[in-house]
Nanobody
Framework: QVQLVESGGGTVQPGESLELSCEAR????????MSWYRQRPGKEREMVAT????????NYADSVKGRFAISRDEHLNTVYLQMSSLKPEDTAVYLC???????????WGQGTQVTVSS
């Protein structure tokens, strides 16, 4: 059974940084596609960052390029989202997504709230 356990959300002021973690259980992050999505109030769910299998190729939404960085630790089987220069419009529930490259099955974490407010 696949489980994605997110942590690291919270409330910060504009310009500050925050790191989210997504620990995968029953799933190997290095061999599949891992992404972070976010759900902002009144908006559709959007992809924020993706890291592809077996390498370091990444992809980012234009709105976060240069501010966010996705990475993974193969030993801890965990994916991270380092967020810096946070803005109020980054306020959202952030969700970890895992996609199996063989079956294209999608798995989701429960989400973690990030609030950027002065």
């Amino acid at each position: 059974q696949v489980q994605l356990v997110e942590s690291g959300g919270g409330t910060v002021q504009p310009g500050e940084s925050l790191e989210l973690s997504c620990e995968a259980r029953g799933f190997t992050v290095s061999q599949n596609i891992m992404s972070w999505y976010r759900q902002r109030p009144g908006k559709e769910r959007e992809m924020v960052a993706t890291i592809y299998a077996f390498g370091q190729i990444t992809n980012y939404a234009d709105s976060v390029k240069g501010r966010f960085a996705i990475s993974r630790d193969e030993h801890l089987n965990t994916v991270y989202l380092q967020m810096s220069s946070l803005k109020p419009e980054d306020t959202a529930v952030y969700l970890c997504n895992a996609r199996e490259i063989t079956t294209r099955a999608d798995y989701w974490g429960q989400g973690t709230q990030v609030t950027v407010s002065s």
